[in-house]
């Protein structure tokens, strides 16, 4: 068993979460009773033990509705509890030891001996900590976020998309029916018995909601009252039928995600749009009234505060109701516009029949500085994902972006990215026998090297290279493998299996055998840099022989201190977002290598899918950190290229270059791909017309995906130097947006380093 710091980090964070609203000592009390819960219930099934533990978070764990909130509905976490993912709290039975010990701080002297007590029992019953015990190695397989490894994994449910519409369709009360049903045909069945304790949990907590707005009325203005009065009706009727409102729609499917910890939202017009539009022809609704309550759902999202999530996706081919999601699309676009919000990230999909309205209005919202909406088109990422994931087209028009572009079906497929690996921290461990130049520790597993000097061609030390890139990839699909046996194990995480297809049908949780599609992703990190190494050395070693490998390396472990001859050259070789064959062929090359491997290894052991995703998080700059200098002039401990975009400077021939460059890769072979750009104001608002025929143009030749910043380069170094300035000066990262100020000062240096292209 690999050693590993169960108080490392495990997720990235950059919101600032809000405080819980419970006193310190009531929270200790909570944290105590699921503990004794959890042991006590140690013997029974699974299914039963979680429905168990669920009784003691909810309702308790819910705050008081706040006096902007049109629909009920908001959540504290604490460190020990149950969950789907790691930004809320941890994945199924967990325990987060690191905010634990913080937790301990804060108590008196006497209550300490407590946390104690409960921090030994979760060292041996913490889900991930089991996962982490019979996965992780000493030199190749590290803890996620532990930045000293090549590869790193986790366990967690990340990314589901449940099947609101089948919520909404059938309400509360149908979903108890056919559990029902169901339970008659299969008396022993412990989902079906949990699955409905589970409803008649989402019942308490609509009480529990209910009475709060109650309490709340007695001191509440007329206004206030009357919306008071609205959220406990809405709260009333959703308990066992099927609403019969917006407002009840919106109530309904909020307070099950909540219930369910996911943390993406899905096609939110399609589901939503009906109901809508009823209330508006009807009169329920006015329209500033639809903007209030739209407006009001954005600020539960953003509260949640989950970093890279909070999906909600507009537009598209496969809606059901196109019309009606329309309605819903344009307000959404004003409220996204004018909230400026980090979360939700808004999503549009669009194809070439989308009208220009939309198209003018999505510009709009990104030319206030919004950075939203992500853009994604469907006319390449249908026929990729009915290829990737191995779906007919009707299914694969349900397919939703998720975290930082990851892509699932909705309601009908698992896609959580668990695994993460450094391509490049790969290349300058490979260029030394096998030992990474950061920390002197062999990390090659039983993979043979060559030394530099045996390698003749550069075939030869491409195929050395990849050699050790399978091994890497085996451990990947293994690894992700297992985490959902891990997760399977020990959970069945009712709720959310609940509203995944075929669950109900089969009996079955989700990683049981109930999901219908069982897939995955695996990050990868420094795919450019790596690319544009491997070319430094085609062109400088093999094709110009102008240095040899061991020449390069020595340069390297110096850091280019006294080789700023040789550094310069590698900088000046062709680089990948010029529009240039040379790197952009190698680029491809690698990508498919990497691609195809994890693809045909994900099939190879049952899954429906394991495809890479390209995206970086701000884990490439932590990444970074921890990989040494490489061939293509990178410094040491220097940040690494930003998902599939150039290293920051290396595109030096425009935007129409960079997106041809972007539009090269096959969308087919992925699951999700982030492609960044950033424009001043001035460019963007002054020549719309052309950058709206650059986007259409990168989008006809094949490009899946944008993510636009509009931004003054002049008010970000203003706000490195006076943050207290921008508060809300919102800039995309990669796969999330994020408040500028609130990053680190090396994210900040790496977002500055970006090209930006002014007039």
Request: charge should be negative; charged fraction near 25%.
């Amino acid at each position: 068993m690999a050693n590993f710091n169960v108080e490392g980090a495990q997720n990235v964070e950059i919101s600032k979460k809000i405080p819980c609203e419970k006193p310190l000592i009531v929270q200790l009390e909570i944290m105590e009773r699921y503990t004794a819960v959890h042991k006590a219930c140690a013997a029974l099934p699974k299914e039963i033990r979680e429905e168990e533990c669920l009784k003691v978070l909810y309702p308790t764990l819910f705050r008081k509705i706040t006096n902007q909130d049109l629909i009920a509905g908001r959540t504290d976490f604490l460190p020990i509890g149950f969950g789907c993912v790691t930004s809320l709290g941890g994945v199924g039975h967990y325990c987060v030891f690191k905010k634990l010990r913080a937790f301990q701080l804060q108590l008196d002297e006497t209550e300490r001996k407590r946390v104690d007590a409960l921090y030994d029992y979760w060292l041996d019953h913490d889900l991930k900590t089991q996962f982490n015990k019979e996965v992780l190695t000493e030199d190749t397989l590290g803890m996620f976020i532990d930045c000293e490894y090549p590869m790193i994994a986790t366990a967690r449910l990340s990314g589901m998309m449940l099947d609101y519409p089948k919520l909404l369709d059938k309400g509360i009360g149908g979903l108890r029916s056919d559990l029902q049903e169901k339970l008659k045909e299969q008396p022993d069945n412990n989902f079906y018995k949990a699955g409905i304790q589970c409803l008649d949990i989402f019942v308490d907590c609509a009480s529990h909601l209910q009475q709060d707005a109650r309490e709340q009325m007695a001191s509440a203005d007329e206004k206030r009252q009357k919306e008071l009065e609205r959220i406990c009706q809405a709260l009333e009727n959703i308990k066992e039928k099927k609403p019969g409102t917006f407002h009840e729609a919106m109530q309904l499917f909020w307070l099950f995600a909540l219930l369910a910890g996911v943390i993406n939202y899905g096609r939110l017009d399609d589901y939503l749009g009906p109901y809508l539009v009823a209330d508006l022809k009807s009169g329920r609704l006015t329209d500033e009234e639809a903007y209030r309550y739209i407006h009001s759902l954005w600020t539960m999202i953003e509260n949640r505060r989950t970093t890279v999530n909070g999906r909600i996706i507009v537009g598209g081919n496969g809606r059901k109701h196109p019309k009606e999601a329309d309605v819903f699309l344009h307000i959404a676009m004003k409220v996204a516009k004018n909230c400026r919000y980090v979360e939700p990230q808004f999503t549009l999909r669009f194809d070439k029949e989308t009208s220009e309205e939309i198209w003018d209005e999505a510009l709009d919202a990104l030319g206030a500085g919004a950075t939203y909406p992500t853009l994604y088109n469907d006319d390449v990422n249908v026929p990729a994902v009915m290829y990737g994931m191995r779906v007919d087209e009707k299914t694969a028009e349900q397919y939703v972006p998720f975290g930082c572009t990851e892509f699932v079906i909705q309601g009908q497929s698992t896609g959580t990215p668990n695994i993460c690996i450094n391509l490049l921290k790969l290349l300058t461990i490979y260029m030394n026998d096998g030992i990474d130049p950061i920390d002197g520790k062999r990390k090659s597993g039983p993979v043979p090297l060559k030394k530099l000097e045996e390698y003749q061609t550069f075939e030869e030390f491409y195929d050395g290279y990849k050699a050790l890139l399978d091994y890497y990839l085996d451990l990947s699909v293994k690894a992700q493998y297992h985490s959902y046996e891990v997760m399977n194990q020990h959970v069945s995480f009712l709720f959310t299996s609940l509203l995944t297809d075929d669950c109900i049908a089969r009996g079955k949780a989700l990683l049981d055998g109930g999901v219908r599609y069982l897939g995955g992703t695996n990050e990868t990190y420094g795919n450019i840099n790596t690319s544009d190494s491997l070319w430094v050395i085609r062109d400088l070693v093999f094709n110009q022989k102008k240095y040899t490998l061991r020449q390069l390396n020595d340069a390297m472990l110096a850091n280019f201190n006294g080789y700023e001859a040789l550094r310069k050259d590698c900088l000046n070789c062709d680089k990948y977002g010029n529009d240039l064959e040379t790197a952009d062929t190698m680029a491809n090359d690698l990508y498919e290598f990497v691609a195809k491997g994890v693809r045909d290894r994900g099939i190879a052991i049952g899954m429906q899918y394991f495809l890479i995703v390209i995206s970086n998080n701000q884990l490439n700059t932590e990444w970074g950190n921890r990989t040494a200098a490489s061939p293509d002039g990178r410094l040491s401990c220097m940040y690494m290229n930003p998902a599939n975009n150039p290293q920051g400077g290396a595109n030096k021939s425009g935007p129409t270059a960079m997106l041809n460059s972007l539009a090269k890769f096959d969308a087919k072979y992925h699951g999700g791909s982030v492609q960044n750009i950033k424009f001043s104001p001035s460019m963007f608002n002054e020549n719309r017309a052309v950058i709206k025929s650059l986007f259409k143009t990168y989008f006809a030749k094949g490009g899946c995906h944008l993510m636009v910043t509009v931004v003054d380069k002049g008010v970000l170094e203003d706000a490195v130097e006076h943050p207290e300035n921008y508060p809300d000066l919102i800039v995309r990262v990669s796969g999330f947006s994020a408040v500028f100020v609130d990053l680190s000062p090396n994210i900040q240096q790496e977002l500055l380093s970006r090209v930006l292209y002014d007039k």
